[in-house]
């Protein structure tokens, strides 16, 4: 979502002047976790948005920013209401450590007027505009070592849209709807901006996105083609004058309303690497068929290199964490020497170099899995992405959970998400002739699943797993590990019966 920051005073000063007014709660919403504010947050250029306020998630804690499309015409909403209700769910889905995060949306139907209210995520660090606002005048460069790790942030966010399917172009991606955090993480917003010029109907919408694309502002973002296409192609074009302007900090309009192609082309002249010039200018090609994909970008000269073990390890740790006890990493950390010799390299006509473990540091090795997990360091794709199915007609959303205890599904198609967290509990009845199952899911997404079913002394690990991968459950792949977790807890359950009828 497109945001800039509300000037704050910094200090007590700051605290001092703020009205109490800014924070009494307007609103909450049916689930009483998100509560509405009165302080607002300026959305520029996102059709349909009639406002947006700063709203608190009570469960995490969190500031987020509460979004209204207003509709007084309710005629036109009910005409194009189940239209509404599949982007929104499609949204929900999108999942990615540097795309904005789509919390959750609701219908408020009234008798004059309908409304669609969704929450988003806060970015309270600012825009990248922002910040390379204040590199340039503090009269610093841009270190090429940052430029590379932002634009890598970036092509994996549009890499993961651009792969769903169907695909979402983003259609709005400029230097205003990339957010950078204070932990260097970059996040772009605004990726619904394209299905709501799509889907919201009436003239003020696309006004509101015609607007927009005028200001003069921003108009150099857009591809020549942007009017009339609906191609990945466009974010790349965009892209390439983001990447252009976080090198040079700021393309100079030189004292005209708009910024030129003649500016745009002597800012990348002035970069003094020809690989990021070959770069930048092969995003911002006229033709649009000529220019690369976002995965193509991944790999390109300037911004690829090959992953180190230490990443490597730290993005299958993180993936596997339900494997692991909690906090694994600092009781292993605890219980090694630091004289120990960690690695060796030997050589036959020099000395050897030995690494021990007093070298790495746990609190910087602490910080760098936490920057893994929070996506500044993404993996590039060394194959060709897997689609990502939009809308995942099977993900159940919590409230869901809570109320579907025992589905009987009809088989449905395969289910791409896999499982990260597992957890069962097993009852048998009186006679102990079957025992009742729940098992809980927990998925890549962070949605979770709860199934529950009875099963037969007959029954084995496998032939549930396999069960469960007929009714798209879980992931194929996923079925090995899911059985032998379930094995494992069988038979612990059976052990126990075992011995509690023997005691008795």
Not at 12 to 36: A, H, M, N, T, V
Not at 353 to 379: A, C, M, R, T, W
């Amino acid at each position: 979502m497109t945001m800039s920051v509300p000037e704050r005073k910094s200090g007590s000063e700051g605290k001092e002047e703020e009205s109490e007014d800014e924070s009494e709660i307007l609103e909450e919403s049916p689930c009483g976790r998100w509560q509405k504010r009165k302080e607002q947050v300026s959305q520029g250029n996102v059709p349909g948005v009639e406002s947006a306020s700063l709203a608190m998630d009570t469960e995490e804690g969190v500031e987020v920013v509460w979004n209204e499309v207003l509709f007084s015409d309710k005629k036109v909403f009910k005409a194009q209401e189940e239209k509404i209700k599949e982007m929104f769910e499609n949204l929900m889905q999108v999942e990615h450590p540097n795309i904005v995060k789509f919390h959750k949306y609701w219908l408020d139907m009234k008798e004059s007027q309908a409304r669609v209210i969704f929450i988003t995520e806060y970015m309270s660090s600012g825009s990248l505009k922002q910040f390379l606002k204040k590199t340039k005048k503090n009269h610093k460069t841009m270190n090429v070592k940052a430029w590379k790790r932002w634009c890598t942030q970036i092509l994996s966010a549009l890499s993961y849209l651009h792969s769903c399917d169907p695909p979402i172009i983003h259609g709005n991606l400029t230097c205003d709807t990339i957010f950078i955090q204070h932990n260097g993480l970059i996040k772009i917003g605004s990726v619904w901006h394209r299905l709501f010029v799509n889907v919201f109907p009436g003239a003020s919408v696309h006004g509101k996105s015609r607007q927009h694309r005028d200001e003069q502002r921003t108009l150099h973002f857009f591809a020549p083609e942007y009017a009339g296409a609906d191609d990945y192609a466009i974010d790349i074009f965009s892209f390439g004058i983001c990447a252009l302007e976080m090198a040079v900090l700021e393309i100079q309009a030189n004292g005209d309303t708009a910024v030129s192609k003649e500016a745009i082309a002597n800012a990348g002249q002035s970069l003094e690497d020809p690989l990021m010039r070959e770069f930048t200018q092969s995003c911002l090609r006229h033709e649009a068929k000529l220019r690369p994909t976002a995965h193509d970008l991944l790999f390109h000269r300037v911004l690829f290199e090959v992953h180190s073990l230490k990443l490597l390890a730290a993005h299958c740790l993180i993936n596997n964490q339900y494997l692991l006890p909690e906090n694994c990493v600092e009781e292993k950390t605890k219980s090694f020497d630091p004289n120990a010799i960690m690695a060796e390299i030997k050589h036959e006509d020099r000395q050897g170099v030995q690494l021990k473990y007093s070298h790495v540091s746990p609190l910087e090795l602490d910080k760098f899995l936490e920057d893994v997990k929070n996506g500044i360091y993404p993996l590039m794709n060394f194959a060709s992405s897997r689609p990502h199915p939009v809308p995942r007609a099977l993900s159940l959303s919590q409230e869901q959970v809570e109320t579907v205890k025992t589905p009987t599904p009809e088989p449905q198609e395969t289910e791409t998400r896999k499982v990260v967290q597992m957890h069962c509990n097993l009852e048998s009845n009186e006679e102990g002739t079957k025992t009742h199952l729940s098992l809980f899911l927990k998925m890549d997404d962070k949605l979770h699943r709860q199934l529950s079913c009875d099963i037969l002394p007959t029954d084995t690990s496998k032939d549930l797993a396999s069960e469960l991968v007929h009714y798209a459950f879980i992931n194929e792949e996923d079925s090995e590990k899911v059985a032998g977790f379930l094995e494992d807890a069988i038979s612990r359950h059976r052990v126990r019966a075992l011995v509690s009828g023997a005691t008795q």
